[in-house]
């Protein structure tokens, strides 16, 4: 796993000639990112992806907080990766909206 990526603003379509497909991928769905390449806190999505991620809404079970996809922080349990708060390291579930 590679550093944070940086990118200054505008200049999105250098990332497409400095990485490889294999190191374009998108963070979200996990997919390699082709096209609409966008950049958020140093991490890689599609532009799409990275609207979704946005609109998710996660609980803490913990304290409460609210959190987009994006805020979630990121323990390891048992070896898998899961999402939990950056506040309290408690649980969170997603809020489902309709
Ligand atoms: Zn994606
Ligand atoms: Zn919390």
Do not use: F
């Amino acid at each position: 796993m590679k550093g944070k990526i940086t990118a200054p603003p505008g200049s999105l379509r250098k990332l497409y000639e400095e990485l490889s497909l294999e190191e374009r991928i998108c963070e979200y769905c996990g997919r390699p990112i082709r096209r609409n390449i966008d950049l958020y806190q140093g991490r890689l999505y599609h532009h799409g992806c990275l609207l979704s991620a946005k609109e998710r809404r996660y609980r803490c079970l913990g304290c409460g907080a609210w959190l987009s996809w994006l805020e979630l922080g990121e323990a390891e349990v048992l070896g898998r990766r899961v999402r939990s708060c950056p506040i309290c390291g408690g649980r969170v579930k997603e809020v489902k909206r309709r």
